[in-house]
């Protein structure tokens, strides 16, 4: 299975809001509500931000939401603050039963 | 609170054989599925596997690069989860963390993660 597409890098300002794409084919994210985002900074675990395409889990700020048009999913993340600064990864449900990564995105707070 | 603990971790030379564990606290272990991922140094994540609960057979899912290889397998009466690691490779290496899952059959997200541990697959 290949990985999901992800921008190596992307950047905004505090207070901005800012959109990262994952793109996959039929066989992962378009096929399935199983789209799941995860935060990690540096020397960390990652974090899970979304799971099941848009749900939020307990304690995860309002200002992450996901969605998913096609074999598209995107994490959208509003009111930009410095501690969002981290790497940010996809994750899909496929055919095969399995899941599948994203390469991750780098996210820069200016 | 919700804990998940990795051991085992360590240097171990190419074809040996080690075994990790999750030592999970804080929830009932047997009513979820959890999940074994990897992070080679300086690279993304990778999905290693998932065991599902009792409820929903406790099969699992590897993936195709570490079928046959690494096993998942669980022991509800301890709240331990286990990942066999049999012929191991320098490409092994990594960071591995189990996680607990929310999904029961298909995994969703992993809500919790452990700190992880080292594996370096040297000679």
């Known amino acids: 299975q290949s990985a999901l597409t992800q921008p190596a890098s992307v950047s905004g300002s505090p207070g901005q809001s800012i959109t990262i794409s994952c793109t996959g084919t039929s066989s992962d994210v378009g096929g399935y509500t199983l789209v799941s985002w995860y935060q990690q900074h540096p020397g960390k675990a990652p974090q899970l931000l979304i799971y099941?395409?848009?749900k939020r889990p307990s304690g995860v700020s309002n200002r992450f939401s996901g969605s998913k048009s096609g074999n598209t999913a995107s994490l959208t993340i509003s009111g930009l603050q410095a501690e969002d600064e981290a790497d940010y990864y996809c994750s899909s449900y496929t055919s095969s039963s399995t899941w599948v990564f994203g390469g991750g995105t780098k996210l820069t707070v200016l | 609170e919700v804990q998940v603990v990795e051991s085992g971790g360590g240097l171990v030379q190419p074809g040996r054989s080690l075994r990790l564990s999750c030592t999970a606290s804080?929830?009932?272990?047997?009513?979820?599925?959890m999940s074994w991922f990897r992070q080679a140094p300086g690279k993304g994540l990778e999905w290693v596997g998932f065991i599902r609960s009792k409820a929903y057979g406790g099969t699992t899912e590897h993936a195709a690069s570490v079928k046959g290889r690494l096993t998942i397998s669980r022991d509800d009466s301890k709240s331990i989860a286990y990942l066999q690691m049999n012929s191991l490779k320098t490409e092994d290496t990594a960071v591995y963390y189990c996680?607990?899952?929310?999904?029961?059959?298909?995994?969703?997200?992993?809500?919790?993660w452990g700190q992880g541990t080292l594996v370096t697959v040297s000679s």
């Open positions: 099941d395409v848009s």
């Open positions: 804080g929830f009932t272990f047997g009513d979820f599925a």
């Open positions: 996680t607990r899952d929310l999904g029961n059959y298909y995994g969703s997200g992993s809500d919790y």
